[in-house]
């Protein structure tokens, strides 16, 4: 069982940066793949960026490319997604999650076995 607590979220202005933090407690996090995925309201919970477990291997959607980077810290249990020059469609509810393995599907949200409860990122034009 793996607990998934994000933060960092907050109200930024376009062009800015935010750097989400998610915190992992309980057996397995040093071997899983972590990953975030986001959700703008009345929209699907689209994949962000993953990670394997040991930083080896990573991935993001097209759209965060040079913008995005996700890093993890498996000595203290932490994820993290730095994100610079926000954009208004950028706005969503982000959300960390935990993966068994890194695949070839690692994009898509049924990998996943562990989800946070999401933070707020809201980018004003």
């Known amino acids: 069982q793996m607990v998934l607590v994000e933060s960092g979220g907050g109200l930024v202005q376009a062009g800015g940066s935010l750097r989400l933090s998610c915190a992992a407690s309980g057996r397995g996090f040093s071997s899983a793949t972590m990953g975030w995925f986001r959700q703008a309201p009345g929209k699907e919970r689209l994949f962000v960026a993953a990670i394997s477990w040991n930083g080896g291997s990573t991935r993001y959607r097209d759209s965060v490319k040079g913008r995005f980077t996700i890093s993890r810290d498996n000595a203290r249990n932490m994820v993290y997604l730095q994100m610079n020059s926000l954009k208004p469609e950028d706005t969503a509810v982000y959300y960390c999650?935990?993966?068994?393995?890194?695949?070839?599907?690692?994009?898509?949200?049924?990998?996943?076995?562990?989800w946070g409860q999401g933070t707020q990122v809201t980018v004003s034009s």
């Open positions: 999650a935990a993966a068994t393995f890194w695949s070839s599907t690692i994009t898509t949200r049924g990998e996943y076995n562990y």
